[in-house]
């Protein structure tokens, strides 16, 4: 993310905590540094409370071996409250910032996040919501161990409460607020996913929870599930076919394309959208965003089927026919443009860069 008048920002990654030279050489000059790192997962508790400390030790000896003074601001999460191994480290990387804010002046914020999910999550590691969305996709039945208390806040909405605390006065503890769901809950609601597209069914999204959980439900069954062929009914007439079915509405138009020219280039944060060749032939291009791999599918209207785009993948539609190509979209709300909702972004990021 950037922020005017800020300095162009950078990444850390496993390898800048390599070495006190790497990482000094990161926080040198730097405005801000969001703390987002952690540990979650260890051998051992002792190894795993020690990890968390000494990433934020770290840090605190990098920037005051090069006199930095930046913003801090420190991702935590509702367990440092626990008194677990996992609770404990992140409380205390949260004391080993503050003081050193405290000795320099330098502001810090604390944001206590709750239980993050979204696209592309990893299963079987923190978020069960990745977890169950996995298991359905691959035809897996989801089990619950313990029907517990969750507080879900989708990780999208957390990027914009960071980008919020950047542009306001420094807060020293913020508490991020989710929705409360049970684990029962949840999977009551992504198995409601999977039996309405059994019948090719789009639910109502005008809930900005249940349209988080459907776009990462999406995410999870990407690419497996695509192209669908909807049935085609035949007569002496022609044959007629179901291409979008919804119980909420949306916005469903035209378009046609001629030979070789390209429609597209962008990605949506939260608009759930289905490409539909309806006559010609075309390829359709999928990136998932800060990935290089491309998944391409031609498609034409001689065999009707439908793509859905999922959230966070930059996605174009090129005609490869002779012939005018005909495209039907649709897309789950209207279109605003005063918050359109499309994000302009390459999909052949080689082909982008020859340009």
Not at 202 to 224: K, M
Request: charged share 25%; glycine share 6%.
């Amino acid at each position: 993310m950037h922020v005017a008048g800020l300095t162009p920002p950078r990444l850390a990654t496993r390898q800048t905590f390599s070495s006190e030279a790497s990482l000094q050489s990161f926080v040198d000059g730097l405005d801000v540094v969001i703390h987002l790192a952690g540990v979650n997962r260890a051998e051992d508790d002792d190894t795993l409370e020690r990890q968390n400390v000494e990433i934020a030790e770290s840090l605190v000896a990098a920037m005051e071996a090069t006199d930095s003074r930046p913003r801090v601001i420190y991702a935590s999460s509702t367990h440092e409250a626990s008194d677990t191994p996992y609770g404990r480290s992140k409380r205390k990387a949260g004391s080993t910032l503050g003081s050193w804010a405290d000795r320099t002046g330098a502001p810090f914020s604390c944001l206590i996040i709750p239980h993050v999910f979204g696209e592309c999550g990893r299963p079987n590691y923190n978020s069960v919501v990745a977890t169950f969305c996995h298991q359905l996709a691959q035809g897996e039945v989801p089990t619950i161990q313990h029907d517990g208390a969750l507080e879900l806040v989708h990780a999208q909405d957390l990027a914009d409460s960071i980008i919020d605390a950047l542009n306001t006065s420094p807060v020293l503890e913020t508490r991020i607020e989710g929705a409360p769901m049970r684990v029962s809950e949840l999977l009551s609601q992504l198995n409601r996913f999977e039996s309405l597209a059994s019948e090719r069914i789009i639910p109502h999204l005008g809930d900005p929870l249940t349209l988080r959980l459907f776009n990462t439900w999406r995410s999870a069954r990407f690419p497996d599930h695509w192209p669908a062929f909807p049935m085609l009914h035949t007569d002496d007439r022609g044959a007629l076919f179901e291409g979008v079915k919804t119980d909420h509405g949306g916005q469903a138009f035209l378009s046609t394309t001629r030979p070789g020219i390209f429609r597209g280039g962008h990605y949506h944060r939260f608009k759930v959208e289905r490409f539909l060749v309806l006559q010609g032939s075309a390829r359709i291009r999928v990136r998932r965003m800060f990935t290089d791999s491309i998944v391409s599918f031609d498609v034409s209207g001689d065999s009707p089927c439908f793509i859905d785009m999922p959230t966070l993948h930059t996605h174009d539609i090129q005609n490869t026919g002779k012939d005018d190509l005909l495209t039907l979209f649709w897309s789950h709300e209207q279109f605003d443009p005063d918050q359109p909702d499309t994000c302009m972004a390459p999909v052949d990021l080689q082909e982008a860069n020859r340009k």
